[in-house]
């Protein structure tokens, strides 16, 4: 097993309130690992869309070697 800290920047939709937020998080970063460790840094309205605000969160996952090799970077959003 691995340990990799990874930040990413997530869409928060107006639709989705602030108590299933954990939730659909913690979904969301089951596609990269098992979260050990994640913090919401900072959440900023989105450039082009009025009804999402984006949100940076930085999550430390564990990586299991079944898994191959580190994360697939192709999935992390800037």
Same mark, same amino acid.
Do not use: H
């Given at each position: 097993?691995?340990?990799?800290?990874?930040?990413? $920047?997530? $869409?928060?939709?107006s639709d989705l309130s602030v108590f299933n937020l954990k939730n *659909?998080?913690?979904? @969301?970063?089951?596609? *990269?690992?098992?979260?050990l460790r994640w913090a919401? @840094?900072?959440v900023t309205p989105h450039s082009e869309k009025k009804n999402i605000q984006i949100l940076s969160v930085e999550v430390v996952l564990i990586i299991s070697q079944d898994k191959g090799k580190g994360i697939n970077t192709e999935l992390i959003s800037s």
């Open positions: 097993m691995n340990l990799e800290f990874i930040e990413l $920047d997530l $869409d928060w939709p *659909y998080i913690l979904s @969301t970063l089951k596609e *990269y690992g098992e979260p919401i @840094t900072e």
